[in-house]
């Protein structure tokens, strides 16, 4: 199955990223448990998380990068994220 073919089918999840600086460097990386949820759900809990750690770390200058087609149309604001999730 392909990463997000079925955004609605619930699974036991979990979050994770990395982080590197603006060379590239891996500056740190986190995970959580997500309980039961769809691929999408967690790859937006992923970034979600991710944007609150750097932006509590005082980044603000920050790229996103996400291989979830449905997660980067919701972050770009193209369609409607009720539907997209639900």
């Known amino acids: 199955m392909e990463h997000g073919d079925h955004p609605t089918v619930q699974a036991a999840a979990v979050a994770g990223g990395l982080v590197r600086d603006k060379n590239g460097k891996w500056l740190w990386g986190y995970t959580r448990s997500l ?13 979600l998380d991710g944007l609150d750690l ?13 291989n979830n087609a449905a997660a980067v149309k919701l972050l770009m604001n193209e369609g409607n994220a009720r539907q997209s999730i639900a």
């Not at 750097?54 to 996400?66: A, D, F, M, P, T």
């Open 54 to 66: 750097l932006w509590k770390h005082g980044y603000r200058n920050i790229v996103v990068e996400s």
């Open 35 to 47: 309980g039961r949820c769809s691929v999408l759900e967690a790859e937006l809990w992923q970034i």
